[in-house]
């Protein structure tokens, strides 16, 4: 099973500065990563797919990069609604799909 | 829109059977999706029980394999899944998802989550 690890767990910033989140996969998963976004009380959030691409209606401010076992999540200006759990997940080797264990993104 | 639903028990006995189903709107169950349940708890996070295809193709995760089983009602167009030897590990709040299209690696929409808590 390929593991996925979120790096920090938890990230304190303030409105306006830029956040940076790491996930890296236990092997090489190529493109096959995405990116959700969790509120409390609520499902996860489809943000980025196939490690860059933004889902739809997902604003520009969120950005996804990296391929094989290293993918970063940057948020450029964070807004108060951004603060949340951000989740990663592959699915490079079919069927199986796993999440990485999150970080939380706080004031 | 794509919209799901889930419902079924909130509470399940130790041993029992947990069963769930998510219903389906704004899409055909039958158009080509692979409809998927997630669980999460706080000490395993987020963990992918298994998909189902609209012409009835189905993938479980391995470490549930034997206790899991999942099928569509295209009349009703829900889906369904079913745990049978459930403990208090299986608590959890449960999702359904849709990844769509035939080859997919995401899920894009998603159920709002139902807490199902196993206790005697």
């Known amino acids: 099973e390929i593991v996925l690890t979120q790096s920090p767990a938890t990230l304190s910033l303030s409105p306006g500065e830029r956040a940076t989140l790491s996930c890296r996969a236990s092997q090489d998963v190529a493109t096959y990563l995405a990116w959700y976004q969790q509120k409390p009380g609520q499902a996860p959030r489809l943000l980025i797919s196939d490690a860059s691409d933004r889902a739809t209606g997902i604003p520009a401010r969120f950005a996804g990069s990296g391929s094989g076992t290293d993918f970063t999540l940057t948020i450029s200006s964070l807004e108060p609604e951004d603060f949340a759990v951000y989740y990663c997940?592959?699915?490079?080797?079919?069927?199986?799909?796993?999440f990485g264990q999150g970080t939380r993104l706080e004031i | 829109q794509v919209q799901l639903q889930e419902s079924g028990p909130g509470l399940v006995k130790p041993s029992g059977t947990l069963s769930l189903t998510c219903d389906v709107s704004g899409v055909s169950i039958s158009s080509p999706n692979w409809w998927n349940w997630v669980r999460q708890t706080p000490g395993r996070g987020l963990e992918w029980l298994g998909d189902i295809y609209h012409r009835g193709d189905i993938n479980y995760n391995p470490s549930l394999e034997g206790r899991v089983t999942m099928s569509l009602d295209k009349s009703k167009n829900q889906f369904s899944l079913t745990l049978t030897s459930v403990t208090v590990a299986d608590t959890a709040v449960y999702y359904c998802?849709?990844?769509?299209?035939?080859?997919?690696?995401?899920?894009?929409?998603w159920g709002p989550g139902s807490l199902v808590t196993v206790t005697s």
């Open positions: 998802a849709r990844g769509p299209g035939s080859v997919t690696s995401i899920l894009d929409s």
């Open positions: 997940q592959q699915r490079s080797v079919w069927p199986v799909i796993t």
